[in-house]
Every structure is written in structure tokens, then in C-alpha cells.
């Protein structure tokens, strides 16, 4: 699975909060990143459900593999 965040990311951290081993805020570029190029099989769930719930829209799932 690869993930990207838009900059769309209005920077309120719930995806950090509900999953923080994949998202991080990045203070220099002012919203949050994804630490993984390809995203361990483990956190695909929370991944997903992150994506639902981002209230901007900004995580983008573009392989889901
Ligand atoms: S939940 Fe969405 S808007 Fe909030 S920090 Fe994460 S990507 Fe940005």
C-alpha cells in the first residue's frame, strides 16, 4: 500500500493520534507525512479508517496492494 497526504491537510494530527507508527506531522512543511514508502500490511486498517475520517480529505490511498 502506498499512502500520500495532500495539502489538503488542514494539520489537526488525528491521523497521528490514530496511528502514529505510520503519520507524523512534519512542523516544517506544516501538515503531516507518511513515514513509509510502502505501508507494512499491518497498519492497512488503520490506514483506511484514517483516510475516513481525515475531515480535509488529504489521505490518499494510491496503491492498495
Ligand atoms: S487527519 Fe487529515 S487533516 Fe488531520 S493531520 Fe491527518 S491528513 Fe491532515
Given at each position: 500500500?502506498?499512502?500520500?497526504?495532500?495539502?489538503?491537510?488542514?494539520?489537526?494530527?488525528?491521523?497521528?493520534?490514530?496511528?502514529?507508527?505510520?503519520?507524523?506531522?512534519?512542523?516544517?512543511?506544516?501538515?503531516?507525512?507518511?513515514?513509509?514508502?510502502?505501508?507494512?500490511?499491518?497498519?492497512?486498517?488503520?490506514?483506511?479508517?484514517?483516510?475516513?475520517?481525515?475531515?480535509?480529505?488529504?489521505?490518499?490511498i494510491?496503491?492498495?496492494?
Amino acid at each position: 500500500m502506498k499512502v500520500k497526504v495532500t495539502k489538503e491537510c488542514m494539520g489537526d494530527r488525528r491521523c497521528n493520534d490514530l496511528c502514529p507508527e505510520v503519520f507524523e506531522y512534519d512542523e516544517d512543511e506544516l501538515k503531516s507525512i507518511v513515514k513509509f514508502d510502502e505501508v507494512p500490511s499491518e497498519y492497512y486498517a488503520l490506514v483506511r479508517q484514517a483516510a475516513e475520517e481525515c475531515g480535509a480529505f488529504a489521505i490518499e490511498i494510491e496503491d492498495d496492494n
